[in-house]
């Protein structure tokens, strides 16, 4: 298993921008499709974006497409979220996802990811 730590979140007006990292240790990283995945209060979980092993493919919900960007240092052992024009309806606990199971598409871990996860990180836009 590999434990993944994410760095703080916070409080951000409507239309501003927030980095999340996730940082991974306990094996190597370059084995793992990373994700980032979020949970509003009363809501049920949902995917947020995704990354192949190589970075080489992204997958993003339609929900944030265009506003955010995934990205991965695999020498750093990070995962990347780069949120803008941050909306109220961003506001939930963001967590990271390693899953090293084969999955024939991005999409089809969007939908099901395995793995380890990390603790959460809350992000709050105001309007």
């Known amino acids: 298993q590999v434990q993944l730590v994410e760095s703080a979140g916070g409080l951000v007006q409507a239309g501003g921008s927030l980095r999340l990292s996730c940082a991974a240790s306990?094996?190597?990283?370059?084995?793992?499709?990373m994700g980032w995945f979020r949970q509003a209060p009363g809501k049920e979980r949902e995917f947020v974006a995704a990354i192949s092993v190589s970075g080489a493919s992204t997958y993003y919900a339609d929900s944030v497409k265009g506003r955010f960007t995934i990205s991965r240092d695999n020498a750093k052992n990070t995962v990347y979220l780069q949120m803008n024009s941050l909306k109220p309806e961003d506001t939930a606990v963001y967590r990271c996802n390693a899953d090293a199971r084969y999955y024939s598409s991005l999409g089809n871990y969007a939908g099901a990811p395995g793995g380890s996860w990390g603790r959460g990180t809350q992000v709050t836009v105001s309007s």
């Open positions: 306990g094996r190597t990283f370059s084995w793992y499709t």
